[in-house]
């Protein structure tokens, strides 16, 4: 935020997959002039497909924020009564996700320290079974900052190439386990190679991505499930 104050720009900061999750004490999405979570199916928290919040930080966005989400119109500050009629003042889009998607979202808010708390635990647990396999150099484990707290949103281990990667996706999808990769990097995309540009070496980027696997955690994983999981694993190992 400092080289975006020097420069006077306005920072957007995605934290899409960031809710209950801070950096240095503070709330993931709080950071930058304006905070993107997303709520979609695969998120922590979902709305039951599409949906997300913007958070806006800085007081002076927050009515072109309003007209934008109301079709670029004033209509929510009609509905708070402080004007007698709403008009379109500026461009925008119909952002509100129905009533329906809102009250599915509500009650997971509502219980979001306990489906946190539960997604760590699982998470935790991942950790404890394969730290064996991480000091034995067979994977890589997740490596959290000592100043940030993370909110579980996905266990994964890095093998040792692409390869083994492959094989080990193969060798859980016989057990009937899904085990999947990641993003494949941006530059690597025909739009990132389009509009983008890789600067330097290649050094880490691909290769790091090559070697990802995620592992399934959910908030409903079952400790049979989970169990079921971490010893296919092992035996891969073993």
């Not at 539960?118 to 900052?145: E, F, K, V």
């Not at 600067?199 to 399934?216: A, V």
Request: aromatic residues 12%; contains cysteine.
């Amino acid at each position: 935020m400092a080289i975006a104050k020097r420069h006077n720009l306005f920072v957007v900061e995605d934290a899409a997959q960031g809710v209950m999750s801070t950096w240095k004490g503070r709330a993931l999405g709080t950071i930058g002039h304006i905070g993107c979570f997303s709520f979609h199916e695969t998120k922590n928290y979902t709305a039951g497909g599409e949906g997300g919040a913007t958070l806006i930080n800085d007081r002076s966005l927050i009515e072109r924020a309003e007209i934008i989400r109301e079709k670029g119109t004033n209509r929510s500050q009609f509905f708070r009564g402080q004007v007698d009629k709403y008009t379109w003042r500026d461009i925008g889009s119909s952002y509100l996700m129905s009533d329906l998607q809102a009250a599915y979202l509500w009650a997971q808010l509502e219980a979001a320290d306990r489906i946190n708390q539960q997604r760590l635990a699982l998470w935790q647990t991942y950790y404890d079974a394969l730290a064996p396999l991480a000091r034995a150099g067979r994977i890589d484990l997740p490596s959290i900052p000592d100043d940030c707290r993370h909110n579980a949103h996905m266990f994964y281990i890095k093998l040792r190439d692409i390869t083994d990667r492959s094989a080990l996706i193969n060798f859980l999808k016989e057990a009937e386990i899904m085990a999947v990769f990641h993003y494949i990097p941006l530059h690597d995309c025909p739009a990132g190679d389009k509009f983008g540009e890789f600067r330097g070496e290649d050094r880490y980027t691909t290769k790091e991505s090559e070697r990802l696997l995620r592992l399934p955690l959910f908030y409903n994983l079952s400790p049979v499930n989970q169990r079921t999981v971490i010893s296919t694993l092992l035996n891969y190992f073993s």
